[in-house]
């Protein structure tokens, strides 16, 4: 069993839906990342979170310890939006990500 | 203040040659992380290192491939013998301090293209 499930692994929205983007894990953590990689290959953190809920602008991560599950939404999607989105209970473990592809 | 910078960016080697990639973290993190990405495929960590100590090498392969970050300088992923399965993308991250807690910052990567 993978120590990090990401689904779907695929997603194809339209302009201004909502997002959800789930990642359930096994291993015991203490702070979960959320990544974004664009088409170009770059990296950046998202959010970084131990418990409850971060906002950032139209991005939300949410975290149930207890469950040992994540979900990162987008509200009002965006082309610019598009991206593979990964998950990572621990520094040493990553999802295989979620490519996302918002159409305008 | 600098981000986290690797360099080459891009590097061709051909089979049984050795390259050397380079990764300076971000100001005052002396925490080093190194993941490959294959083609189509997802992130795979291969190293930890602080500086003048590896941490944790469970996912670098056995064989011909190292990493160190000495005390001065640039943190270096060595890859001896290259064969066409190592082309990849490899990247760097930064932490300001150990453990899961710390934020990763990532550099822009390198493209190791081996013919």
């Known amino acids: 069993k993978n120590e990090v499930e990401q689904s779907p692994q695929n997603l194809t929205a339209q302009e201004g839906e909502f997002i959800t983007i789930n990642c359930s894990y096994s291993?015991?953590?203490?702070?979960l990342h959320w990544l974004q990689q664009h088409p170009g290959g770059g990296i950046v953190s998202l959010f970084m979170?131990?418990?409850g809920k971060k906002k950032h602008g139209r991005l939300i991560a949410t975290i149930n310890i207890q469950e040992k599950h994540s979900s990162l939404h987008i509200t009002a999607s965006h082309p610019r939006d598009s991206a593979v989105y990964i998950c990572?209970?621990?520094?040493?473990?990553f999802g295989k990500g979620t490519k996302l592809t918002v159409n305008p | 203040n600098a981000g986290v910078m690797q360099n080459p960016r891009h590097l061709v080697r051909r089979r049984g040659q050795e390259a050397r990639l380079r990764c300076s973290p971000m100001?005052?993190?002396?925490?080093v992380y190194w993941y490959r990405q294959l083609p189509e495929e997802g992130l795979k960590f291969m190293v930890y290192?602080?500086?003048?100590?590896?941490?944790?090498e469970s996912g670098m392969p056995k064989e011909r491939f190292s990493a160190e970050f000495p005390k001065e300088g640039p943190s270096i992923l060595r890859i001896q013998q290259v064969v066409r399965g190592d082309s990849a993308a490899y990247f760097c991250?930064?932490?300001?301090?150990?453990?899961?807690?710390?934020?990763?910052?990532f550099g822009e990567g390198s493209r190791l293209t081996v013919l």
């Open positions: 991250a930064s932490s300001p301090w150990r453990g899961d807690t710390g934020e990763l910052f």
């Open positions: 291993v015991g953590i203490s702070a």
């Open positions: 979170l131990s418990s």
């Open positions: 990572a209970p621990k520094k040493l473990v």
């Open positions: 100001k005052g993190h002396s925490h």
């Open positions: 290192l602080q500086k003048e100590n590896i941490i944790d």
